[in-house]
């Protein structure tokens, strides 16, 4: 969310970018596709530090537009990561990491409309 300033049309960010723009395509990029290759390449646990690394790393734009400390996005992101891999390799599948990755980011984005809501 870079700026701070969620899109104007709400339903299309809650219903359509969050989930597939952000969740499903970084679940699958990230926990499906090179959580797997680095696990056959390096073993589940080294694959799945690497995914989370890249993840966390992934964030740095977004922590650079928002001005929140790049450090700190990259280590909490990169700890999410890691718990979302879990989360994956623990249920054999995808559903679990991107449906906890869902609840985070709608409850992140539903706690922006409120807050910045004319109506509080």
């Known amino acids: 969310m870079a700026g701070r300033e969620p899109p104007a049309a709400a339903p299309d960010w809650l219903l359509l970018r969050i989930p597939v723009g952000t969740v499903w395509s970084e679940e ?5 596709a090179l959580a797997t ?12 530090l690497l995914q989370a690394g890249a993840f966390g790393l992934s964030h740095i734009a977004d922590a650079r537009a928002t001005g929140e400390p790049v450090a700190g996005t990259v280590l909490v992101t990169g700890i999410a990561g890691w718990l979302f891999g879990w989360l994956a390799d623990r249920s054999g599948s995808l559903a679990a990491p991107m449906l906890a990755h869902l609840a985070i980011n709608e409850a992140g984005a539903i706690a922006v409309l409120a807050v910045q809501s004319p109506h509080r």
């Open 28 to 32: 699958s990029a990230f926990r499906g």
């Open 37 to 48: 290759a680095g696990a056959v390449a390096f073993g589940a646990r080294a694959g799945r």
